[in-house]
């Protein structure tokens, strides 16, 4: 086993071991439960034939520093999000409105 990345920051340690899992690296992680420790080192080993592929997907990952690939999308809209529960929202309560307007009606 070799390793391929050191981080001493967990949010990174996690965006490595994703980006590994999501091109069909194995990878054996140390100090995933260790994460209470803010001065514990995280690392990641793999199998040697597969740590060029291992170091050319993270090397884009810089300590502090997160710099994906252009591929990933950002699919994160916040605002979008609140729109879309507001008219669930609306549409509940002009629904229950509607239905207690046709029950005095009858």
Known sequence: MVNVFTSNNFATFGIAKSLLKDRGI??????????VSTYMAY?????????HTATEILKDIVENHVHLNETVEKKHKPF???????GIIITVAILFWLGLWLREIH
């Open 26 to 35: 194995l990878f054996v992680p140390k100090g995933d439960d260790l994460r």
């Open 43 to 51: 690392d990641i080993f793999v199998k040697e034939e597969d740590a």
């Open 80 to 86: 979008f999000g609140i729109l879309v529960i507001a």
